[in-house]
C-alpha cells in the first residue's frame, strides 16, 4: 500500500474519513497542516504571548511540540501552565515530572499552580464536602469551572495575550452535544463563537484550539510518530463523568459513519457563524464576588465555592 500522498512510500495509515493512505511523514505533515490552517482563524498577530495550558496528555504534548514554530513564525512568546487539582492519587502529580523535562527540552517556562494555594481546597476535598453535604455537583463540574477560571486568572496576571488549550475533534464534538443535552444554549453559543474567534468579551483571555480538528486518534498517532513518550494518566473521576458516555457512544456511530464527529463540529460551526450577532447581544457583567465576567450576578465558580467551603 503506497501512499496516497507522495506516492513514494509506505502507508502506514488509513484515514477512513478521506479514504488516504498515509506514509509516517505525509500523516505527520498533514496534522501540521491543519493544525497552521486552523490558527489562521484567530488572526493571530506579531508579539502574541501565548500561555499553553498542560496537562500531561497527548493533546497538549503534540501542542507543546508544535506551538514553538508558530512562536517562531509569529516572533511570540510561549509559557506553559500546569493546573494541579489535586485529584485522589495523584493523578496529575504523575505527569508532572514528564511535562518538566519537556518544556525544558523545548525550551519553554514551565509554572505550577494548584487548586489548593489558589482557592484554599484541593479537588479532592471540594469533592468531599460535595458528597458529605449533599450537594448535587459532580467532579467534572468542580474541576472544569475552576480551572477554567484559574487558566483565565494566571493569564491575565502574565499579560498573555491568548489561552491555547489541546481541545482535539472528539473533545468539541463531545462537549457540543453535552452542552445541548443540559440544554445549555448560551454556553453553547459561546463555545463555537469563542473557539472560532468571532468574539471577544471584556476580562476573558480569548482562548485558541489549535487542534480543534485533528481527531483524538491522530493527535495519538502523531505522538506515537513522533516518539513523544505519554505517560498513562487517567483521571479517577472519569467514572462520574458524562464526557465518557458520550464519547463511548461516538465511537459507536463513528464505526458506522467515519465522518460524525466532523459533521458534528463543522455544522456547528456555521450555526455559530450565523448566531454571533445574537450572541453578541447577550453581554456579559463582572461576577459581584471576583469580577470574573458571567452572564449571572455570581460567576459559576463563586457558587461553587461559596456552596462548599
Ligand atoms: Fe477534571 Fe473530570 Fe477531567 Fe478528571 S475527568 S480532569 S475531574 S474534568
Ligand atoms: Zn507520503
Redesign the pocket.
Known amino acids: 500500500m503506497i501512499c496516497s500522498r507522495c506516492k513514494r512510500r509506505p502507508a502506514v495509515y488509513f484515514r477512513r474519513v478521506s479514504g488516504e493512505k498515509l506514509c509516517k511523514e505525509c500523516f505527520i505533515k498533514s496534522v501540521e497542516q491543519t493544525v497552521f490552517r486552523t490558527l489562521r482563524l484567530y488572526k493571530l498577530s506579531r508579539n502574541e504571548k501565548f500561555l499553553l495550558a498542560v ?1 500531561g496528555g497527548k493533546d497538549s504534548t503534540a501542542l507543546l511540540t508544535i506551538l514553538p514554530r508558530i512562536e517562531r513564525k509569529y516572533s511570540s512568546e510561549i509559557i506553559a501552565v500546569t493546573i494541579i ?1 489535586g ?1 485522589p492519587e495523584s ?2 502529580e504523575n505527569a508532572l515530572k514528564y511535562i518538566k523535562l519537556l518544556c525544558k527540552k523545548m525550551n519553554i517556562i514551565h509554572k505550577v499552580v494548584t487548586f489548593k494555594e489558589h482557592y484554599g481546597y484541593t ?1 479532592s476535598e471540594l469533592w468531599e464536602r460535595a458528597l458529605n453535604r449533599n450537594i448535587r455537583l ?7 469551572v475552576l ?1 477554567r477560571k484559574m487558566i483565565n486568572e494566571i493569564a491575565k496576571e502574565e499579560n498573555a495575550t491568548r489561552i491555547v488549550t489541546g481541545h482535539n475533534l472528539d473533545d468539541e464534538a463531545q462537549t457540543i452535544i453535552m452542552n445541548v443535552l443540559r440544554g445549555d444554549d448560551i454556553r453553547l453559543l459561546r463555545l463555537g463563537a469563542e473557539a472560532l474567534g468571532l468574539i471577544k468579551y471584556e476580562g476573558f483571555v480569548p482562548r485558541i484550539k489549535p487542534l480543534r480538528y485533528v481527531p483524538e486518534r491522530e493527535v495519538a498517532l502523531y505522538c506515537y510518530f513522533k516518539k513523544l513518550p505519554l505517560p498513562e494518566n487517567i ?4 467514572e ?2 458524562m ?2 458516555s458520550i464519547r463511548e457512544y461516538l465511537y459507536k456511530l463513528e464505526k458506522k459513519n467515519p465522518s460524525i464527529k466532523y459533521n458534528i463540529v463543522k455544522c456547528f460551526d456555521r450555526l455559530s457563524m450565523k448566531m454571533v450577532s445574537y450572541l453578541k447581544k447577550k453581554s456579559l457583567s463582572p461576577c459581584i464576588k471576583c469580577g470574573y465576567p458571567t452572564s449571572r450576578k455570581i460567576c459559576r465558580a463563586c457558587e461553587i465555592l461559596e456552596k462548599l467551603s
Open positions: 496537562s487539582e485529584h493523578f496529575r479537588l459532580m467532579p467534572c463540574t468542580i474541576c472544569g480551572r483521571c479517577p473521576f472519569v462520574y463523568s464526557r465518557k
